[in-house]
């Protein structure tokens, strides 16, 4: 039997509409516009006020199925698996995706997350790639989505600043050769274990007073070590992810990193030469949403007309694990 392929056969997402800019956060701790700007790239971002991580899920979900319902005929009774990535879920049970699935109104499809920090958006497309092309199931959606804002200490300047909430989703079909999926790396390192990590809440440190007291249910992170380690392993992911798409950086057409800190991109983007007009970076209006980064910028582009069948696109991601990522895609509708 021939190989089957999987590709993206619809697209949505959704952003809670406050808007929290550089100048609040002057008011809430000892920083300004400016360090926030040219450290980071980034102006403001989306916070959730009632909502939560399954509500921009499901919001975003819904706006996918729509999206493949009026592009490829894609119906939602047709969905056989919800796959949620997130980094900041509801609960730690039920999964975010149980809770995605109800408010999608998808009783009985089966559903679970994937916790691999910012990068599990990249490690769920290798997931639902994978099946599809060995034709376990037809449809599956994917979502990535944060109320990651909720795991933010409001009172440490060096992490608040960069966070912000979001949801994206894509529904993945089987397609044609030669377009979709076209080759994924993934890789981990656990020994990076304690660069970046919310410390308490989970069976390792479980919630007690002393763990509020001392902030450990908030993400902690050291921002040096990170971010040498993102420019590294953000190169050698898509260097790899190429190779195995038997591509050059020259044959891309649209470059989304994940959307960290502008000066991450920057760095990469001079690593891998590849030009500017290729990348796609909104940064500036939305932070880092995690999970929700790389289908919130695919977005940008499909919206805006830019993005055509036969596009090459190479995505990839880092986060907390320390976990990385990529995938090369051929947009195929
Ligand atoms: N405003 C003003 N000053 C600040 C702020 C702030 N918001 N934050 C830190 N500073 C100060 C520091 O205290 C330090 O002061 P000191 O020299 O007196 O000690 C100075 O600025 C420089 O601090 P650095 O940490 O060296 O600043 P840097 O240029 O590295 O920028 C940043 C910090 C933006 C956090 C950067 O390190 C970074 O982006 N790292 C990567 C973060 C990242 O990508 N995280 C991904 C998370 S993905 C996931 O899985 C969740």
Known sequence: MAKRHAGIVGLGTYLPSRILTNFDLEKMVSTSNQWILERTGIAERRIVDKETTSDLAAKAGLRALNDAKVKNKVRKKDVDLVIVATASPDMIFPSTACL????????????FDILAACSGFSYGLVIAESLISSGIYRTILLIGAEAISRFVDWQDRSTCILFGDGAGAVVMQETEEGYGVLSSYLAADGGGKDLLKIPAGGAFKPASFDTVERRLHYIKMNGREVFKFAVQSIFDASVKALELAGLK??????????????RIIDSVAKKLKIDSKKIICNIYNYGNTSTASIPLALEEIYRSGKLQRGDFILTVSFGGGLVWGANVIRWSY
């Open 100 to 111: 995605a699935q109800e408010k999608l109104g998808l009783k009985n499809v089966p559903a």
């Open 249 to 262: 950086v020259s044959d891309i057409d649209f470059f989304i990193p994940h959307q960290a800190n502008k």
